[in-house]
């Protein structure tokens, strides 16, 4: 009540001041002419009576601020005149000024920017109820049949027999989904274009409890059999992008692989399945999995098939503990029958049956395109914390520096009465309110760092579904650190300064002929600090562009200029492997025939694209250990592709011996196949391989007729600039049982661009059902695949030479302000005859000393630190010692910059001058 | 300024203010020369302390403020004790009684 009152009485006194002021001055008034009446009534002349009773109450102005003093309102009041007072100060020097801002800017800016991404794709929970909740199933161990894996080396995925298995019987989940991520064609309006999907489970809604925003979701009657639930649910982006958001779209069908699906509903907005970045654009009940993801070899119901990674809801209250020891006896049974099919024996069947089955986190959803992305991303997020320390230092240094640089208007102001705690209220108002700028400030910067880094990241590459919003967790974070650096560091000088014994304040620059006491001290500390921590960021930042530069120079042993490629996939809309043979052959020879064309030619796999084909090939001769089941690693390893006639020409790939392959060689033709020197020097080390055979296999599973070796070619990578040479095995195309997939590599005679138009209205022409995807040029593909090089090496360069620059402004300051202190020292060592060249050497040799001192501690950080980003390297050691000696130079360049204009104004002290200064 | 009641503590001044007021709804030099006489001058107060202790109360809901013209056609500001005020006055009149007894008692001890 009493609170209220006060509160209410204090905000009229704030917003109806004059009236308020009024009021007190007529009160006041009336009480002064009072006691002058009282005085009169005495026998005092009026004049007389009003003169003493000023002399005894004091002046009506003091008791007048004296009340009115007395109210929080004051306070509110005071508060805005510091304000008033601290912006006129900081537009008096706004060099200062504009360092701080910009400062702690960077600081904020780049730290809200990077944990914003960091968030996105590695922290963010799932958006549905209780994602902590969520497990994902794996089970590390060998791997046996067929495995579709997407991460985790296959663990992660499981066949859809056992996943139902695990489904029935286990019962400490309230619910076990599945879901695949796969790429379909999608076909309407005259055209086909490609689209994400998750082949789902007919719980996956109910599991992860999303609402639909239209019609119903799936329930466990859309996953009855296999190629009987041909119905689909839309994702909110797809329906909105695709259909306008269209509620007429329900029970309509949509014709996804050539299958006519029905509509049944829409997802609510926002959600994405359970993988982060990427939302898919459809959701089809896994029982389609025959149309949707096609495989001649493999049926929904083969047990050996592991394809579907498996999602759990533990029941509340269950642990991860217990949920794993009530799955395995549930687990092993099926193991066992499991390899009884695989028909292992010996070692390998106990090995298999062993495998655990274990619950890792899924409130994230399930990490697979993170897969590469996460190192670089806290790597990152290291560099920019540097950054932030380093911005906390440098504003560290700005205001001890300005503190004392006020030491003798706060003197003045002391003098002149002013009350220590109003001053010190005063500075630190000060401070905030670089802070909030600068915050200001950063929270723009972090904006557009975001929007720059997503420009960078090329359409339909990296991550997909990253939003520019910024994270306001880290920013709020940050804010507070550097709002706490600015009060810590703001005060400090201010306490300092307003203890000040006034007299020595006021005389000091008069009488002290060099920097008397001061925190210079402080000073240099924030300053070697500060080069140390650039020390670091520069040398990591090297490092990368060491990597980037080896990557982008590396000998691919493919010549990729003049490349364009595409990719189709036939077999998505249902055509079979003799019609997507001859599919082939026709538009290999429609392509050879348009202009400036050189030569085409087609593989299975694309080249640079993460596709690996990896499998046993035993040459003959070759002698295996009783017993033995082909593993991945085994000595008979290799990868392997099927290409067309001219694919090693096309790609630039020297053939050493024999011959590439031909129109001749068929399906019907004697099986042949090339390889690589790899391969040769590991099978056939010694002996020439032309004419030699290998057979495609080496278990009781895979026994194909041995092939004849007709060529052999040059080493070239495979997955990106960054792999190793793996073995390499090349088949014809055309003798591909399962041929589905087509990669279509074109040479041509000069500039691509105009061919891209005419190659897909040449495919539109020959299947106008079959999107084309990936067209691009080879290089463009290669540079895909060094994104997140690109991106860390941009963003850790930019943020080192940003720390550099601050680094340099820091040490300029301290050097500036030291010789501001000294120059009367220095005018008196002119006049007694001191040499120009000794002054040069004082100053230079403080800026260089600290130099030194940062530097070295720097650089022995940094060689402790780089050995956490040597897997990120290519082609440099963590210790490279050119990259090192470049951060020395550029340190060196830095503290010379920095050293050079206070140098430059000691050397041009005129003695006469500086010993009239003040 | 130099004054009488520089030793008076903040407490006492507002506990005198509202005795004043007890008696009868008061302006500002009313309440001040009633204190003098009631102290048989021992206590004098100055504007500044005495407005300041006015605002104080007036803010805590102790007394209510009211412009009321006075005798010589002026304009005043009139304050009197609310229900809660006095109540404060009767707490702290007890507490006073209290803390001076035993004051005087251990003054009288030694």
């Known amino acids: 009540m009493s609170l209220f009152r006060n509160f209410a009485i204090g905000l009229r006194s704030l917003f109806r001041k004059k009236q308020v002021d009024r009021e007190l001055d007529e009160e006041l008034g009336a009480y002064l002419e009072m006691e002058a009446a009282e005085k009169m009534r005495q026998g005092i002349s009026r004049k007389d009576a009003l003169r003493e009773v000023r002399l005894e109450r004091g002046s009506l102005e003091v008791t007048k601020e004296l009340v009115r003093s007395g109210g929080w309102e004051f306070f509110v009041e005071t508060c805005w005149q510091d304000l008033h007072y601290s912006v006129r100060m900081l537009r008096k020097s706004p060099g200062f000024a504009a360092v701080a801002i910009v400062t702690l800017a960077l600081g904020i800016g780049t730290n809200t920017a990077i944990f914003s991404l960091t968030d996105q794709i590695l922290l963010r929970d799932l958006p549905v109820p209780h994602p902590e909740q969520l497990f994902i199933l794996r089970s590390p161990g060998p791997n046996h049949g067929h495995t579709w894996g997407d991460v985790d080396q296959g663990a992660q995925s499981f066949s859809y027999p056992m996943y139902k298995d695990l489904r029935e019987r286990a019962t400490v989940f309230s619910g076990l989904l599945a879901c695949r991520r796969i790429t379909v064609n999608v076909s309407g309006h005259g055209e086909t274009q490609a689209a994400h999907a998750d082949l789902i489970s007919g719980n996956f809604f109910q599991t992860l409890e999303v609402q639909p925003v239209l019609g119903r979701l799936f329930t466990s009657s859309d996953e009855t059999a296999p190629g009987a639930n041909t119905v689909a649910v839309l994702s909110y982006s797809y329906w909105s992008r695709q259909f306008g958001a269209e509620a007429s779209i329900l029970n309509k069908s949509v014709t996804v692989n050539g299958v006519p699906l029905t509509v049944v509903g829409v997802a609510r907005k926002g959600f994405y399945g359970v993988q982060i970045g990427l939302t898919p654009d459809l959701f089809i009940p896994v029982t389609m999995k025959a149309q949707m993801a096609p495989n001649p070899n493999q049926t929904l119901e083969d047990r050996t098939d592991?394809?579907?990674?498996?999602?759990?809801?533990?029941?509340?209250?269950?642990?991860?503990?217990?949920?794993?020891?009530?799955?395995?006896?549930?687990?092993?049974?099926?193991?066992?029958?499991?390899?009884?099919?695989?028909?292992?024996?010996?070692?390998?069947?106990?090995?298999?049956?062993?495998?655990?089955?274990?619950?890792?986190?899924?409130?994230?959803?399930?990490?697979?395109?993170?897969?590469?992305?996460?190192?670089?991303?806290?790597?990152?997020?290291?560099?920019?914390?540097?950054?932030?320390?380093?911005?906390?230092?440098?504003?560290a240094g700005l205001l001890v520096a300005r503190g004392e640089a006020r030491q003798r208007e706060i003197g003045v102001r002391l003098a002149m009465g002013a009350k220590r705690t109003r001053l010190i209220r005063q500075l630190l108002t000060e401070s905030l309110l670089i802070a909030t700028a600068g915050g200001a400030a950063g929270v723009a910067l972090a904006w557009w760092c975001l929007n720059a880094i997503?420009?960078?990241?090329?359409?339909?590459?990296?991550?997909?579904?990253?939003?520019?919003?910024?994270?306001?967790?880290?920013?709020?974070?940050?804010?507070?650190?550097?709002?706490?650096?600015?009060?810590?560091?703001?005060?400090?000088?201010?306490?300092?300064?307003?203890?000040?014994?006034?007299?020595?304040?006021?005389?000091?620059?008069?009488?002290?002929?060099?920097?008397?006491?001061?925190?210079?001290?402080?000073?240099?500390?924030?300053?070697?600090?500060?080069?140390?921590?650039?020390?670091?960021?520069?040398?990591?930042?090297?490092?990368?562009?060491?990597?980037?530069?080896?990557?982008?120079?590396?000998?691919?042993?493919?010549?990729?200029?003049?490349?364009?490629?595409?990719?189709?996939?036939?077999?998505?809309?249902?055509?079979?492997?003799?019609?997507?043979?001859?599919?082939?052959?026709?538009?290999?020879?429609?392509?050879?025939?348009?202009?400036?064309?050189?030569?085409?030619?087609?593989?299975?796999?694309?080249?640079?694209?993460?596709?690996?084909?990896?499998?046993?090939?035993?040459?003959?001769?070759?002698?295996?250990?009783?017993?033995?089941?082909?593993?991945?690693?085994?000595?008979?390893?290799?990868?392997?592709?099927?290409?067309?006639?001219?694919?090693?020409?096309?790609?630039?790939?020297?053939?050493?011996?024999?011959?590439?392959?031909?129109?001749?060689?068929?399906?019907?033709?004697?099986?042949?196949?090339?390889?690589?020197?790899?391969?040769?020097?590991?099978?056939?080390?010694?002996?020439?391989?032309?004419?030699?055979?290998?057979?495609?296999?080496?278990?009781?599973?895979?026994?194909?007729?041995?092939?004849?070796?007709?060529?052999?070619?040059?080493?070239?990578?495979?997955?990106?600039?960054?792999?190793?040479?793996?073995?390499?095995?090349?088949?014809?195309?055309?003798?591909?049982?399962?041929?589905?997939?087509?990669?279509?590599?074109?040479?041509?005679?000069?500039?691509?661009?105009?061919?891209?138009?005419?190659?897909?209205?040449?495919?539109?022409?020959?299947?106008?059902?079959?999107?084309?995807?990936?067209?691009?040029?080879?290089?463009?593909?290669?540079?895909?695949?060094?994104?997140?090089?690109?991106?860390?090496?941009?963003?850790?360069?930019?943020?080192?030479?940003?720390?550099?620059?601050?680094?340099?402004?820091?040490?300029?300051?301290?050097?500036?302000?030291?010789?501001?202190?000294?120059?009367?020292?220095?005018?008196?060592?002119?006049?007694?005859?001191?040499?120009?060249?000794?002054i040069l050497r004082l100053v230079v040799g403080q800026g260089g000393r600290l130099t030194v001192v940062g530097g070295a501690i720097g650089i022995v950080a940094a060689l402790v630190a780089m050995r956490w980003v040597a897997s990120l390297l290519y082609g440099v050691t963590a210790h490279d010692p050119l990259t090192f000696i470049a951060v020395v130079v550029l340190l060196a360049i830095v503290s010379a910059m920095a050293c050079y204009l206070p140098a430059r104004r000691a050397m041009r002290v005129d003695p006469m001058i500086a010993l009239r200064y003040e | 300024m130099p004054d009488k009641p520089s030793d008076l503590v903040q407490g006492t001044l507002d506990m005198l203010i509202l005795k004043t007021l007890a008696l009868e709804p008061m302006h500002g030099y009313g309440i001040s020369v009633r204190i003098e006489q009631m102290s048989k001058g021992v206590f004098r107060l100055n504007a500044g302390s005495l407005f300041l202790a006015i605002q104080r109360l007036e803010r805590d809901g102790l007394i209510d403020g009211e412009w009321k013209p006075t005798e010589n056609n002026r304009r005043a500001r009139y304050y009197t004790l609310t229900a809660k005020g006095r109540k404060r006055l009767d707490s702290e009149t007890r507490e006073w009684g209290r803390q001076v007894a035993a004051i005087g008692r251990i003054l009288e001890t030694s």
């Not at chain 1, 106990?350 to 991303?377: C, T, Y």
């Not at chain 1, 020595?504 to 921590?533: C, E, F, M």
């Not at chain 1, 085409?600 to 694309?606: H, Q, R, T, Y």
Request: aromatic fraction near 6%; proline fraction near 6%.
């Open chain 1, 454 to 838: 997503m420009a960078a990241i090329p359409p339909g590459q990296g991550m997909l579904g990253l939003v520019t919003n910024l994270d306001f967790r880290v920013l709020w974070f940050a804010i507070a650190l550097t709002l706490a650096t600015a009060i810590l560091f703001g005060f400090a000088p201010a306490m300092r300064a307003t203890r000040l014994d006034l007299q020595s304040t006021l005389k000091d620059q008069g009488s002290n002929v060099s920097d008397g006491r001061s925190n210079v001290g402080l000073r240099k500390v924030l300053i070697v600090s500060q080069v140390a921590l650039t020390a670091v960021l520069l040398a990591g930042a090297g490092l990368f562009a060491r990597t980037l530069m080896n990557l982008e120079h590396a000998n691919l042993g493919v010549n990729t200029s003049h490349v364009l490629q595409f990719s189709v996939a036939p077999d998505f809309n249902g055509s079979t492997p003799a019609q997507t043979l001859a599919f082939a052959d026709r538009a290999r020879n429609e392509i050879a025939a348009l202009p400036s064309v050189r030569s085409v030619s087609i593989s299975s796999a694309p080249i640079f694209a993460n596709d690996d084909y990896v499998s046993n090939f035993t040459p003959e001769g070759y002698v295996p250990q009783p017993g033995h089941v082909p593993q991945p690693g085994d000595d008979t390893d290799a990868s392997y592709d099927y290409i067309g006639p001219n694919y090693f020409s096309t790609m630039g790939i020297p053939l050493i011996a024999g011959r590439e392959f031909t129109e001749s060689d068929t399906a019907e033709s004697p099986k042949v196949c090339v390889i690589n020197q790899k391969l040769a020097q590991r099978s056939f080390a010694g002996r020439n391989p032309i004419g030699l055979h290998i057979t495609h296999g080496g278990g009781k599973l895979h026994a194909d007729p041995p092939m004849e070796i007709v060529g052999l070619v040059a080493n070239s990578k495979w997955d990106d600039a960054r792999s190793d040479i793996v073995p390499f095995l090349y088949m014809p195309y055309s003798q591909d049982k399962n041929l589905g997939h087509l990669a279509f590599y074109i040479r041509t005679e000069r500039d691509q661009a105009p061919m891209a138009a005419s190659l897909r209205s040449l495919i539109q022409r020959l299947d106008p059902n079959l999107p084309v995807n990936n067209l691009r040029t080879l290089e463009e593909q290669v540079g895909s695949s060094m994104l997140n090089d690109r991106l860390v090496t941009g963003l850790s360069v930019s943020l080192a030479l940003l720390a550099a620059l601050l680094a340099g402004l820091g040490l300029y300051g301290v050097l500036a302000y030291v010789v501001a202190r000294r120059t009367r020292e220095i005018g008196i060592r002119i006049a007694l005859g001191g040499e120009r060249a000794d």
């Open chain 1, 306 to 395: 592991r394809w579907l990674p498996v999602v759990g809801r533990l029941k509340p209250g269950m642990t991860v503990a217990r949920a794993e020891a009530e799955l395995q006896p549930i687990y092993q049974p099926t193991l066992e029958s499991d390899a009884k099919l695989l028909k292992l024996s010996g070692d390998d069947f106990k090995r298999f049956i062993s495998k655990p089955l274990l619950l890792i986190s899924g409130a994230h959803g399930r990490l697979v395109l993170q897969d590469g992305a996460q190192e670089p991303l806290l790597v990152l997020m290291s560099m920019v914390g540097l950054v932030l320390v380093i911005a906390c230092a440098n504003l």
